[in-house]
């Protein structure tokens, strides 16, 4: 059995399972680091979320059903389902219809299950609760149906895909063009491949391209099919945008003068980014470094008070790392706080031989990074963000896709 009728059997079951037992929760779907979540009210599917890019995916619904929509996010709850949050305001306030806020749920629960039906062996697990609502409106909730017609039409469009063979491409990913005579054989005008770089330019995901071009993103693939089997085209991973809550928490923090720098070394830009929404928002800067050996250069160049670093990364370690650092006299009194899974007595002890001066297992707890955060720095002042004097109101749709 192939993946997709893997996938699809799957999902098509699960969701008629929550439908008969009327599940109020959240379905938790993984696949390596990939994680995404189903909302359910009563066995009726409320909203789809998760993934790499969450808010890409926010901004392109906005940007296609609802352009103009403003949100004030003074109380806003910035829960785990803020999306679902700002339907609602933007259905209280009057900025978005209730057919806007059903296409927008449309839009994400089809490019969620797009990715699901191509996944096999996905860990479900299901934890039943109402807290992730704060309240429901009955007219957006999808029924098993409604549910049902979505999943067959993503259903047909991942057959269109494989059939274009872009079974391996996940159009989560940023195509770049390479340059190279080959290209240019191809009987293109210089200006045509200037406009086909600047589409394909490795920062937009092919969703993002799609949005953009205004097109179903099989349509807006098929250019690049031929260059694929060519071996023409990279594809590169590209980080979400922040979301609208995010955006504006760092403008906020951005405005506090005197916010001590800390560095984040980690070769995974998940746990830098994880790091910066904890300590924008609590007035100090973050240095985001994923390559350690350039990293070496760079602290010294902006000499961060206090460096969070990965224990186990390519090309050297953090023991080494740290203790090379240790050897220098910029960084022989900078605190250095090792994150790692691997949290031993073994572990806890080399981390101090080698001058580490705290140790938080991954995933960090955010209360326990601001706790450590200002145990060294001490950062002193209003940290609200509210409480600084700026608009209130931000456009969800002001982020912008690259070369849009």
Not at 50 to 76: E, K, P, T
Not at 278 to 295: E, H, N, T
Not at 309 to 325: I, R
Request: charged share 20%; proline share 5%.
């Amino acid at each position: 059995m192939s993946a997709t009728a893997i996938g699809y059997k799957m999902l098509s079951h699960t969701l008629a399972v929550l439908d008969q037992k009327q599940a109020t929760g959240k379905l938790l779907l993984e696949q390596g680091e990939q994680q995404w979540q189903l909302y359910f009210f009563r066995g009726s599917l409320v909203y789809a979320t998760g993934g790499s890019h969450r808010a890409r995916r926010w901004y392109r619904a906005i940007g296609q059903h609802c352009r103009n929509f403003q949100v004030d996010l003074r109380d806003l709850d910035a829960g785990e389902l803020w999306e679902y949050q700002l339907i609602e305001q933007g259905l209280a306030a009057s900025e978005m219809s209730l057919e806007q806020a059903r296409a927008i749920v449309h839009s994400s629960v089809s490019e969620v299950f797009f990715a699901l039906i191509g996944q096999s062996g996905l860990r479900r697990e299901w934890r039943p609760s109402e807290k992730y609502f704060s309240k429901i409106i009955s007219s957006l909730v999808l029924s098993l149906t409604e549910v049902e017609q979505i999943l067959c039409s993503t259903e047909e469009l991942w057959h269109k895909w494989k059939a274009m063979g872009l079974w391996l491409v996940d159009p989560e990913q940023a195509p770049l063009l390479k340059a190279s005579a080959q290209l240019q054989q191809n009987r293109f005008s210089s200006n045509s491949l200037i406009a086909l770089a600047n589409v394909f330019n490795g920062e937009n995901t092919l969703w993002d391209i799609a949005f953009k071009k205004k097109q179903c993103v099989t349509v807006a693939t098929r250019a690049l099919v031929n260059y694929i089997k060519q071996g023409l085209v990279n594809f590169r991973t590209v980080p979400d945008l922040p979301s609208p809550i995010e955006q504006w928490r760092l403008a906020a923090a951005m405005t506090r003068p005197g916010r001590p720098l800390i560095a984040c070394i980690d070769d995974s830009p998940t746990v830098c980014e994880f790091l910066e929404q904890i300590l924008l928002p609590a007035g100090y800067r973050v240095l985001k470094i994923q390559d350690p050996m350039q990293g070496v250069g760079i602290i010294a160049k902006h000499k961060p008070g206090l460096i969070f670093m990965d224990v186990v990364m390519p090309k050297t370690s953090g023991f080494a790392l740290c203790n090379f650092l240790r050897k220098t006299p910029a960084f022989r009194e900078t605190p250095i706080v090792f994150l790692t899974c691997k949290d031993t007595i073994i572990d806890r002890t080399r981390a101090k031989f080698t001058g580490a001066s705290d140790f938080l297992s991954k995933p960090p707890n955010p209360e326990q990074v601001l706790q450590v955060a200002d145990k060294y720095l001490k950062v002193k002042g209003d940290r609200n963000p509210l409480a600084i004097s700026r608009p209130d109101l931000l456009n969800s749709h002001q982020l912008t896709f690259a070369n849009s």
